[in-house]
């Protein structure tokens, strides 16, 4: 609507467009300017060169500039330009010389209303931080309506060489650590089962010990049976000894035997 | 296009932000190969796998050491008592010698 606007009614207030850099110093005033934003020409009284929409048709009062945006989006004028307007409140008051007749395209940026400087604006804290943003790009360099092939220059700017270096590095180091980690553990692992060869012949070492204990025990709790026999007997004999003496002095003189006498052979 | 309704002004960077995001996931997907090229270049997962299924079947091995040791503490313990009893019976065979010569005289 706007454009359609423009293009049928275009006067010598609209500019060329070939002229970028005379283009700096046109402000919009692109928020709603309830105070002052009048839509007034700067030259003539009339409405018909300003390319802002009139009156709003239809009832969108919180959007009143969509048609600007809708048929220039972002990208369709170069960085440049973009980042001038953006960074030159200051050049708005000045005029520019030459008027041209030519019918302009819906490119050219007419300012409504100069913008007013007082004394204090360079000490805006505000303006000041405006001013110190660096020059950017935007991120995507296509638009709607061009696609741009602006990837490699992107990525010639990006040198793959020390990536690709540092990422064959990390790559290297993650298998060293790996190795070791891996050489690391088949060790404990020889070792455990080192271990565990070794721990049952121990075991069958002793085993074998004491089945041999075991028959040796045997035969020795025979010596324990024969010292108690052997004590048996002793004691036998002490008490038959005994008895065969009293046996002896009950008898009378004559028959008595000679006193018993253990010989040893 | 140029209808300047609300609703087509809303939908107005749609297009735009369509495609900002489309960069934006193909970029992620970049990062994300170079990371899974080093990761899977590297063979670390595989080798560390490998180690740590070793190490796993172990355990089989690690319960048999166990049990033999606990068997050989019991044939400690059997040993021990088998040596004080051979103890005791060669005291004994010295007192059974000394009964015998008491006896013999």
Redesign the interface.
Known sequence: MGSEQSASQSRPVSFEESNPRQLNFRRQHTIANPGGGNAEPPYDGERPGSTSPGPSVCSDIDLPYISYTVNRPIGADSPKLTNKQQSKPKSSQRKLQSKNVKKTPAHNIVVVKPALSGPNTDRDPDILRLQAIPMFLPIMRATLNLPAARDPEVLERLDPVPMQRMCSRYQNHMYTCANLVATEQNILTQKIREIDLDVAKMVAVASDRLKNFSKHQDKLKKVQELSHQLNKCHILLNHTLESMELLNNYLDIEDRLEPFVWTTG | ??????T??RS?FA??KM??AE?VQVNVNYVAS?VR???R????NE??M???R??AL?EH??E??EA??K??QT??N??GQ??D??IR??Q??E??KE??Q????
């Open positions: 296009m140029t209808s300047a309704s609300s087509s002004a107005l297009d735009s495609r900002l960069r170079l090229q080093i990761v270049g590297s063979k670390s080798i560390l490998h180690s740590a070793n190490f172990q091995t690690i048999n050491t033999n040791l068997k050989l044939l400690c059997n040993l088998q040596q009893h051979l019976t060669c004994q065979i007192e059974v009964q015998v008491a006896m013999q005289r």
